[in-house]
């Protein structure tokens, strides 16, 4: 008799579905355990009063990598979600009034910038082609290829990373490497801004990171249509059609280990499960404290210092604002200031840098007629046990409304109809991500990426990791690239 082999997948969040249809595609009975009543973890959304809320992500890039998973399992993506290119991509306020809008063609930003600064079109040009001649460098060794795997220091385009260390600037911080490029404020602070991206500080992390603008600026950036929640609906779909079994409002309370080797799951509701395969998806801080509190844990890799976290206003507006576009920036006019307070205070800053999504702009049922749906976010220190929250995020809220009421020449206090907010004790509640850091680890170290955990136990069999806490990082197309990276260590069924 033929035995189909099963694996477990622990959380729904994007690794997880992105192992799970990975899986499955490897003849592997696949069984997806989601502890919330809904599927995507940060990836989800809201709805209050017609307003519809993306939770977590707003940046879409690298669709591709969300694409492959599709056609890997025979089908067209667009049968399941669909996407457009954005242009202009982001509108950036200043506080001393400069308005700097990117643009989708990477020339007509460098103009842009030209325009409204004291740099030159062609230093922004010859920037952006350092990020990606950086990213070129670097993406075989640390987005597509297990960094814990020996084997995999010796390939052509690996040793061709390593032999060019020196450009990668791992040594300099992000901001020095900026202020290199360029002297004029307004462009170090708009450069220094993707550090925010995986919840880093410019000031501290390596210039490495200056890869991420590539993503953006020279790849470019897109928005699902319906929203960012398309994204999940779609992975869902297809996770159904190959015969994967999602099981919500199932927490996973430990697995089962026999011989350092994992053998199955348990949950409240049907006790121990047998599986071939466990795929944690849940943080991997969180997985060894609950899920596997007797095994030894890698300690230095899980005590690394966490990444930041965002609080989140979700406003529905009653009102359409004209300057306003999908992804809008409000600097703050003291950038060292405010990262000061994230990282080493870990406090609030009172004029914090706001970002500004309103998707609305682009899929108009996602308010109602004249109104707009406001993602309203600032980046906040994780919750290190400060006692003064409740306080901070009343302060917070105020410090928003004036600081947008003032740039956007009207005062939005009273145009707030409804409003939902995250925060980092409630991103862990809800997500399961320690100390409600968004992004795990923090990047800032410059061996950040080497101490970010592997995507398998070296001490337990039969054990594996995908998503944002695990190699090779946070967001939506790395948790793809970790799903691949983990699902390629196992053998098929
Ligand atoms: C406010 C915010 C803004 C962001 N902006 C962007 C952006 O613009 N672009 C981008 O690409 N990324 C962005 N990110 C980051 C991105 O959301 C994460 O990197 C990504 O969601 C991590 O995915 P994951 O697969 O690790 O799972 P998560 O999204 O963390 O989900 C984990 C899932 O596992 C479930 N789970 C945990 N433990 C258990 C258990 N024991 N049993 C059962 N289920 C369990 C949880 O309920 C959850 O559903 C943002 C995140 C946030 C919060």
């Not at 993306?54 to 067209?76: A, C, H, I, R």
């Not at 979700?314 to 999908?326: A, D, N, R």
């Not at 800053?349 to 749906?373: M, R």
């Amino acid at each position: 008799m033929q035995t189909t082999k099963t694996c477990a997948v622990i959380g729904a969040g994007p690794g997880g579905m992105a192992s799970a249809i990975r899986m499955a595609n490897k003849g592997y009975r696949v069984t997806v355990f989601e502890a919330n009543g809904w599927a995507g973890g940060k990836l989800s959304q809201s709805v209050e009063q017609g307003y519809r809320f993306d939770m977590g992500p707003s940046v879409f890039t690298m669709p591709q990598f969300v694409d492959e998973l599709y056609t890997l399992s025979g089908k067209n993506p667009r049968d399941y979600y669909d996407y457009i290119s954005l242009d202009p991509v982001y509108r950036y306020f200043y506080e001393d009034g400069t308005h700097i809008v990117a643009y989708k063609d990477p020339e007509k930003f460098a103009e842009e910038v030209a325009q409204k600064t004291t740099e030159s079109k062609e230093t922004v040009v010859r920037y952006l082609r350092d990020v990606q001649q950086k990213y070129d460098l670097t993406a075989d060794i640390f987005l597509h290829n297990s960094l814990h795997k020996i084997g995999n220091y010796f390939t052509g385009r690996v040793l061709r990373g390593i032999l060019n260390f020196g450009k990668l600037e791992a040594f300099k911080t992000m901001d020095k490497s900026n202020r290199t490029w360029f002297k004029d404020p307004h462009v170090v602070q708009l450069f220094n801004r993707y550090a925010t991206y995986n919840g880093s500080d410019p000031y501290q992390a390596p210039a490495t990171l200056n890869v991420i603008p590539h993503l953006e600026i020279n790849l470019g950036a897109y928005l699902p249509k319906g929203g960012m929640y398309a994204i999940t609906k779609g992975l869902v779909k297809l996770g159904e059609d190959l015969g994967i079994t999602y099981r919500y409002n199932t927490r996973v309370k430990r697995i089962v280990l026999q011989n350092n080797r994992a053998t199955g799951i348990e949950t409240e509701q049907n006790g121990v499960e047998p599986f071939d395969v466990v795929v944690s998806n849940m943080d991997v801080y969180n997985t060894y404290k609950h899920l596997i509190p007797e095994a030894r844990k890698p300690k230095t890799t899980l005590e690394q210092p966490k990444s930041s976290s965002a609080i989140i206003f979700y406003w529905g507006i009653k009102h359409s604002f004209e300057q306003l576009g999908l992804h809008n920036i409000f600097f703050s006019a003291n950038y060292p200031e405010e990262f000061d307070h994230i990282t080493r205070k870990k406090q609030l800053y009172n004029d914090p840098t706001i970002y500004l999504n309103i998707t609305s702009k682009k899929s108009p049922d996602d308010a109602p007629e004249g109104c707009e749906n406001w993602f309203t976010m600032i980046n906040a220190p994780h919750n290190a046990g400060q006692d003064n929250w409740d306080e901070m995020i009343a302060q917070t809220r105020e410090n928003l409304i004036h600081k947008l009421s003032r740039n956007l020449g009207t005062d939005i206090r009273p145009l707030i109809a409804c409003e939902l907010i995250w925060e980092p004790r409630k991103i862990e509640a809800i997500t399961s991500s320690a100390f409600g850091a968004i992004y795990g680890n923090s990047s800032n170290n410059k061996f950040a990426a080497f101490l970010r955990h592997a995507n398998f136990s070296s001490r337990i069999k039969n054990l594996y990791f995908a998503g944002g806490s695990v190699h090779p990082g946070p967001s939506i197309p790395l948790c793809m690239l970790s799903a691949k990276i983990t699902t390629n260590l196992i053998p098929n069924a």
